[in-house]
């Protein structure tokens, strides 16, 4: 099925890890965003591209890196996880603005 | 500063009655504007979006928003709810001239029989 598919759904890491967060889209979509959702908070932008090869961030970047070497695949990387990084991490695409974003089912990262 | 604002944490309805969502934009322009769903555990599905024309838009699942310009809102409105409506509510705007996707905290809605 068409989508945005994120993986993993859930992982734990030690405080001090780095990981990669997969996101990979088949609708041939040129804009490609990671969010994080925190209770109380909505969800926050961490890191943006509008093409393959061009990033920017977001509101919320610090500790996060991201690359678009392909307009499929839109990676996080964490580079030393902190607690303050345990959220739920959505990556979304979208074809044009006034279309709106195509949202993944999630990644639950918990930092101990 | 340029935010976009939903004043209701939490709305409780009852089943059947009517419910208004209130979604507010502080921008210089006219931003896009949109409205997404989460189910408790899932991601985000679009309700209905608004970039210009008509001020009454339609959306998924019986829902409806109305911008109005002179007040900055966007706020979205179903005539009789369900219990399958019982969710999180998300007011989200693309600023013109912009490619962010910026959210409102949300509201949650709880449906009593």
């Known amino acids: 099925n068409a989508g945005v598919t994120q993986t993993p759904k859930f992982q734990v890491l030690k405080t001090g890890q780095s990981m990669t967060l997969q996101c990979a889209q088949d609708m041939n979509h040129e804009y490609m965003s990671w969010y994080r959702q925190d209770p109380g908070m909505g969800l926050r932008l961490i890191h943006y591209?509008?093409?393959?090869?061009?990033?920017d961030q977001g509101e919320v970047p610090n500790g996060y890196n991201v690359s678009r070497s392909t307009t499929e695949d839109f990676p996080l990387r964490l580079l030393s996880a902190a607690p303050s990084q345990t959220s739920v991490y959505f990556c979304?695409?979208?074809?044009?603005?006034?279309?709106?974003?195509?949202f993944g089912s999630g990644t639950r990262l918990t930092v101990v | 500063a340029q935010s976009v604002t939903q004043p209701d944490i939490h709305i409780t309805v009852s089943e059947g009655a009517s419910l208004e969502l209130r979604c507010n934009y502080s921008y210089g322009a006219t931003p896009y504007l949109f409205w997404y769903v989460q189910s408790p555990g899932q991601g985000l599905q679009l309700l209905l979006k608004?970039?210009?024309?008509?001020?009454l838009v339609q959306g998924i699942k019986g829902f409806e928003a109305e911008f109005k310009r002179s007040q900055s809102s966007f706020n979205l409105r179903k005539p009789s709810v369900h219990w399958s409506d019982a969710a999180e509510y998300f007011c989200a705007v693309v600023p013109f001239g912009n490619e962010k996707l910026t959210f409102g905290t949300g509201t949650r809605l709880t449906i009593i029989p």
């Open positions: 979304a695409s979208s074809g044009g603005h006034r279309y709106g974003y195509t």
């Open positions: 591209s509008v093409g393959a090869g061009i990033t």
């Open positions: 608004y970039f210009s024309g008509d001020t």
